[in-house]
Antibody
């Protein structure tokens, strides 16, 4: 079965850093574009970032560009999101998604990031 | 950015009755290859979103055939032929033609 398991969320102070991980299994991870989407408590969905199959192409939402870095390790079947200079407005559940906007779209369960002092 | 606007924001439907949700995009999500980069998702309470429809009208694997997607240009519709209690949640449309990918604000479906 396809699985995406996010981890690394938690409570962090404003200005702090956090690294999220997304462990993939059940499919050929290296063949898919991967994305991060976030959802603030009680709010809608917001696209954050994407990376192509070999890691050479990345895109970011304006709100996180320069603060967040997406990367992947295809040998470990894992996607990452390095987040720095965190702000209260970054508080959200972060979802890892395979093939967003494609026929193989699949979402992980998400990991909660809370930015608060 | 491409703006996605859904309507209605909420709807209450009797089980067995049909339902329809509209989504309008500020620019067409049609790629030069002729395919629409337009999806519908359902987020049930306490769960991540699940892909229902991709490419504007193609049902994702395992999605019941009571769900159908249609539309062209900038106007798209999700139809549920017979609503069931398990369909409760929030439906989102999304364009994936260009970054930033953008979602509609969501349509909350409740059961009468």
């Amino acid at each position: 079965d396809v699985q995406l398991v996010e981890s690394g969320g938690g409570l962090v102070q404003p200005g702090g850093s956090l690294r999220l991980s997304c462990a993939a299994s059940g499919f050929n991870f290296g063949s898919f574009w991967m994305h991060w989407v976030r959802q603030a408590p009680g709010k809608g969905l917001v696209w954050v970032s994407r990376m192509n199959t070999d890691g050479r192409i990345t895109d970011y939402a304006d709100s996180v560009r320069g603060r967040f870095t997406i990367y992947r390790d295809n040998a470990k079947d894992t996607l990452y999101l390095q987040m720095s200079s965190l702000r209260a407005e970054d508080t959200a559940v972060y979802y890892c998604i395979r093939d967003l906007a494609g026929r193989g779209g699949f979402w992980g369960q998400g990991t909660l990031v809370t930015v608060s002092s | 950015d491409i703006v996605m606007t859904q309507s209605p924001i909420s709807l209450s439907v009797t089980p067995g009755e049909p339902a329809s949700i509209s989504c309008r995009s500020s620019q067409s999500p049609l790629h030069s290859n002729g395919k629409y980069f337009f999806d519908w998702y359902l987020q049930k309470p306490g769960q991540p979103p699940r892909l229902l429809i991709y490419g504007g009208s193609y049902r994702a694997s395992g999605v019941p055939d009571r769900f159908s997607g249609s539309g062209s240009g900038t106007d798209f519709t999700l139809k549920i032929s017979r609503v069931e209690a398990e369909d409760v949640g929030v439906f989102y449309c999304m364009q994936g033609l260009e970054t930033p990918y953008t979602f509609g604000q969501g349509t909350k479906l409740e059961i009468k």
